[in-house]
Each structure stands twice: as C-alpha cells, then as structure tokens.
C-alpha cells in the first residue's frame, strides 16, 4: 500500500515537471504577440511569428498603358501587358504629324505649296486649297487694225480686228487713218 502510493507521487510529480517544461510553447501558442508585416500587392498582412493572416493581399493598382508605358501599378511599378503605341494623324499643310493620343509630334506642318495666280486662278495651295491672293483677270490691250483685243499675260482675245481705215491720199497712195499704213 505503501510502496503503491510511492508510484503515484512520483508520477504525479513528472506529470507536473514535463506540463511546466512545455508551458512557453503551448502558452505561445494560444496567444501569441502578433507582429505582422504589412499587406502588399502580392503578400497579405501576416504574423511573422505564427502565420496568422489579418488581411488578403492587395492585389495591383494598375494605372490603364499610355503610348509609351505599360499598364504599370501605382503602388509596386509592376507591368502589365505593352505600350499602346503612337497613334500618329499625317502631317497636313497646317497641321504637324503628331499622335492623337498625346500629341507627341514627330514632323512639323508642311507649309502651303502656292501656284502663282493667273487670269483666271488665283494663288492657291495645290494640297489644301487654300486661295491666298484672287485671279488676276485679263488685261487686254486695245484692238487695232489687224489684232482683236487682246491678254498681255495669257494673249486671250476677244472681238474682231478693227480693221484698216483707209483713205485714198493720192492717186497712188491708199493710207490707214489709225496705223499709217498703206497700199
Ligand atoms: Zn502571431
Ligand atoms: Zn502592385
Ligand atoms: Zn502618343
Ligand atoms: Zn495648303
Ligand atoms: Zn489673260
Ligand atoms: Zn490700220
């Protein structure tokens, strides 16, 4: 009876040496003292001592690609597919080549290209069209005897020859009254 309650202070007591020699794990366990590291994009909020998470992962903050950069997250700078590329307009007489998206400009306008006006067209630009100074209309010289009147720039005439205004001066000598001259 004796030596049978021996048995059982000694296990008793190993009982209680091997609890105390486990209490800080399993103490740390039920509560530990969480020290979390920050969420980011891709990581959650986590315990870096027990795992515990606090909260998912952010997920990236894309900024929609422009011309030259990529769908990029505004927190971590992370890419995502490519640049939309220039979208470039040609380059008109007033107008430069530039990107409609973001007027980025590669050539400048290309200038009118003017024809000279004449009689009848005026100064123009032979790509767009636009008239700078009007036609010159003709400028006609009078009619004479043997010409109708006539452009001095394009020589269009117009109307008939005055004809010779002959006056018998002599017997011999027929004489034209506006040039002088004679048969
Ligand atoms: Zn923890
Ligand atoms: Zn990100
Ligand atoms: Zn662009
Ligand atoms: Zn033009
Ligand atoms: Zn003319
Ligand atoms: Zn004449």
């Given at each position: 009876m004796k030596k049978n309650h021996l048995l059982v202070t000694v296990i008793l007591s190993l009982s209680i040496v091997l609890l105390l020699s486990l209490w800080p794990a399993i103490s740390s366990k039920a509560a530990c003292n969480h020290s979390f590291a920050a969420a980011t994009c891709t990581s959650s909020k986590k315990c870096t001592k027990c795992g515990f998470v606090a909260a998912p992962a952010l997920g990236h903050n894309y900024a929609a690609a422009t011309c030259t950069k990529a769908q990029t997250c505004r927190r971590c700078g992370k890419t995502s597919g490519k640049p939309l590329g220039h979208n470039f307009a040609a380059a008109t007489c007033t107008t430069p080549e530039k990107c409609t998206r973001c007027g980025f400009v590669t050539k400048p306008a290309l200038g009118h290209y003017f024809?000279?006006?004449?009689?009848t067209t005026p100064e123009k630009c032979t790509r767009?069209?636009?008239?700078?100074?009007?036609?010159?209309?003709?400028?006609?010289?009078?009619?004479?005897?043997?010409?109708?009147?006539k452009c001095t720039r394009c020589s269009r005439t117009i109307g008939n020859p005055l004809g010779h205004d002959w006056t018998v001066v002599s017997?011999?000598?027929?004489?034209?009254?506006?040039?002088?001259?004679?048969?």
């Open positions: 024809t000279a006006a004449t009689c767009c069209g636009f008239v700078t100074k009007p036609a010159l209309g003709h400028n006609y010289a009078a009619a004479t005897c043997t010409e109708p009147q017997p011999n000598v027929t004489r034209c009254n506006r040039c002088g001259a004679t048969k």
